[in-house]
C-alpha cells in the first residue's frame, strides 16, 4: 500500500518550493529506513534552500554597505563653501 504524506505542508519557501510529498512503501524489515534517509533528503534540500537565500541576502547587504560607505565618503568631501 502507498500513502502520500506531507513532510513540509505549505512548503513556504520564498521560491515558491513546492512541499516536500514522499510516498511511504511496506513498513517492513526496511521500510522505516527508508524513509528516515527521504526525510533526510528532504531536511538536506531544505538546508541548501536556506542556504542559497542567506547568501543572496549577504550579497544584497554588502551591496547596501557598500553604496552607503561611498555616499558617506562624498558627504565627507564635500565642502559647502566651494558653493558660495
Known amino acids: 500500500m502507498q500513502q502520500a504524506v506531507a513532510l513540509h505542508a505549505g512548503g513556504g519557501l520564498a521560491d515558491g ?5 514522499q510516498a511511504l512503501g511496506d513498513a517492513g524489515a526496511y521500510g ?7 526525510l533526510q533528503e ?4 531544505e538546508e541548501a534552500a536556506l542556504a542559497r537565500h542567506a547568501d543572496a ?6 551591496q547596501h554597505l557598500t553604496l552607503t560607505a561611498a555616499a558617506l565618503t562624498r558627504s565627507a568631501h564635500h565642502d559647502p563653501a ?3
Open 42 to 45: 528532504g531536511a538536506e534540500l
Open 82 to 84: 566651494k558653493e558660495a
Open 32 to 38: 522505516h529506513h527508508t524513509f528516515l534517509l527521504e
Open 57 to 62: 541576502a549577504a550579497e544584497l547587504l554588502t
Open 17 to 21: 518550493g513546492a512541499a516536500l510529498v
